[in-house]
């Protein structure tokens, strides 16, 4: 479709030339104009960082005085801002959720999350794989994000994902969907806004 193709490379080439590492940047830009997610000096934990656009977004946010920490399973290249740090590692895996936390010296203000499965074109396993990679990140929440703090995560329309939605609910005081301008025409995704985590209830 002509349409879909325009729209993807209008975000791709304005990532590239204004210097980001993907359009995601402008995902998490819409997200945040929006939702206010961000103040100077918060602490940000990026599930599934890989290549950093989001990293980007979350830096110039928080500014030198925040702290923003990406976290994949490869190698995510260094920023030249100190405030923007990386570590390789499994975003699932509890132990390296602890460590996350460790480096930062407290709980996030902010968790996010635009972790996609491999996709494998079967789409019942493919949703199952999202939603499975979205519970994930809902339950890092339980280690890494601060009470009453703010949780964004990625989900594709499909099996099961209602249900997950349904379940999030009690997580937090405010639950939203967006779907967003920066998305990919052809795409099914959209995002899960949660404000006012309630640690009690993951």
Not at 29 to 51: I, N, Q
């Amino acid at each position: 479709m002509p349409g879909s193709y325009n729209r993807k490379d209008h975000f791709y080439n304005k990532a590239k030339s204004q210097g980001f590492r993907s359009r995601a940047y402008f995902k998490l830009e819409e997200l945040s104009a929006k939702y206010k997610l961000f103040r100077t000096g918060f602490k940000v934990l990026d599930l599934g960082a890989w290549p950093g656009g989001w990293l980007q977004f979350a830096g110039k946010a928080v500014g030198p005085k925040g702290l923003v920490l990406g976290l994949d399973l490869v190698e995510i290249e260094a920023f030249a801002e100190s405030h923007i740090k990386t570590l390789r590692g499994d975003a699932c895996d509890p132990h390296v959720q602890q460590q996350a936390v460790a480096l930062a010296g407290a709980k996030f203000d902010v968790v996010l999350s635009d972790m996609s499965p491999k996709l494998s074109g079967v789409r019942e396993a493919d949703s199952a794989a999202a939603v499975a990679l979205a519970e994930a990140a809902l339950s890092a929440c339980r280690f890494c994000l601060k009470e009453d703090g703010a949780l964004v995560i990625k989900l594709f329309k499909g099996v099961g994902t209602e249900e997950f939605v349904r379940g999030a609910r009690s997580s937090f005081k405010k639950l939203a969907r967006e779907e967003l301008e920066a998305s990919r025409k052809t795409s099914n995704e959209y995002y899960l806004v949660g404000r006012g985590f309630r640690i009690s209830n993951v």
